[in-house]
């Protein structure tokens, strides 16, 4: 029988002795280094758990006197604070991200957040319900905006994110459509920055087939047009169906997010492909509770009047004599063969303010229809 050896150290340990044999003898200056990392992190994590500890409690006074346990505006004031407070070197991006992430995994603790979106996963909708929960909630993907405004009106999930407007081709008409059948409210709004990218598992010099949701082709055609002007273009579901739609197909490419190409192992052959710079997509968060005023809000809206000479002119003088502005105005066509519109505004303010009370008041005196989307959080552009 064979002698045994010396006991040996488990690999974990003879890693880290290697570690730091190697840290002391070639490079002296960074175990010290090293070492002041090890106590910050120490330090983070029990101040993060402490703040943990505290939102618990905040949470539990929220469900012992009826209020909503999420409330987006005061997320909102949270994030802009910290960025406020940043003297660097981390970016406030970067800084909000952590925090948000933080911000999220409390709130797990306390309450399962389930949120719908329009899949599948990495599509942007989805990334823009990352940037406005976290990653600590249960995200489900649905086929389509109406299945999002379906989810949260029968109480399936508490939260839906659906695209509302896109500075390039403008109102979202499925959105606009749920919203007039639908009795849900605007809690939060979600500015997300749209980065297309040419997605594929091949070299672009043999592409022949694009595939990507609708209005992603159309974001991208002055660069399609040019770049692969041969190219066949296939509408799709979903960006990040593109991609796996290409991740399995010879010959072709998809226009997606970067993150959906990472998931799906594709490469990017071309980046921020979109035709006009700062590219946005306006994303709002329903659900059925309003959020607190902040002092930079925005109130919607939505409104039909009487089919006459005049009568839009009229309510849109109400805000005007408020000095209310005006951010955002759209008209959708009423279903059915009589003719109208109904005409869905964004103004700034609260509807808690007094001047906004009144704009209110006024239009629904003369107008045959007002109802209030919701009042949130102003929201700087994310991604």
Not at 25 to 45: H, Q, S
Not at 139 to 168: C, D, M, Q, W
Not at 207 to 227: E, F, G, K
């Amino acid at each position: 029988m064979a002698k045994s050896g010396p006991h040996r150290k488990p690999s974990s340990e003879r890693l880290a002795a290697a570690e730091s044999a190697g840290a002391q003898g070639k490079e002296p200056g960074l175990a010290p280094l090293r070492a002041e990392i090890d106590r910050i992190d120490r330090m983070l994590v029990s101040l993060m758990n402490e703040r943990a500890t505290v939102a618990g409690k905040i949470g539990h006074h929220k469900r012992a006197t009826g209020q909503q346990t999420y409330d987006p505006s005061r997320e909102e004031i949270v994030l802009e604070r910290v960025a406020g407070n940043n003297p660097g070197p981390l970016s406030a991006e970067s800084l909000k991200a952590v925090y948000r992430e933080l911000i999220s995994g409390s709130r797990a603790i306390e309450q399962h957040l389930r949120v719908a979106h329009l899949g599948p996963a990495w599509t942007y909708s989805h990334l823009a319900a990352l940037h406005r929960f976290g990653s600590s909630v249960e995200f489900v993907p649905v086929a389509s905006i109406s299945a999002a405004f379906e989810e949260v009106n029968a109480g399936h999930s508490h939260y839906g994110v659906v695209p509302l407007e896109n500075s390039t081709d403008g109102r979202i008409a499925d959105t606009l459509d749920n919203f007039s059948r639908l009795p849900v409210k605007i809690c939060a709004e979600v500015p997300l920055r749209i980065h297309h990218n040419l997605l594929a598992a091949c070299d672009r010099t043999v592409i022949d087939t694009v595939y990507s949701r609708p209005q992603a082709l159309s974001q991208c055609r002055n660069w399609l047009a040019r770049h692969l002007p041969d190219a066949r273009l296939v509408e799709v579901t979903s960006t990040s169906a593109a991609a796996e739609t290409a991740a399995k197909t010879p010959r072709a490419a998809a226009i997606a997010s970067r993150q959906a190409g990472v998931h799906h192992g594709l490469d990017i052959l071309a980046e921020n492909i979109e035709d006009v710079a700062g590219n946005t997509t306006r994303f709002a968060v329903i659900g059925h509770a309003d959020s607190s005023r902040t002092g930079n809000d925005k109130t919607s809206l939505m409104f039909e009047i009487e089919h006459r000479p005049g009568g839009l002119a009229d309510a849109l003088a109400i805000p005007k004599k408020q000095k209310l502005n005006l951010t955002w105005i759209e008209s959708f066509p009423l279903p059915g063969e009589e003719r109208g519109y109904i005409f869905f505004v964004e103004l700034e303010g609260h509807r808690d303010d007094l001047r906004v009370r009144r704009a209110i008041s006024a239009l629904e005196r003369r107008c045959k229809r007002v109802v209030i989307l919701g009042s949130y959080a102003s929201a700087a552009p994310v991604g």
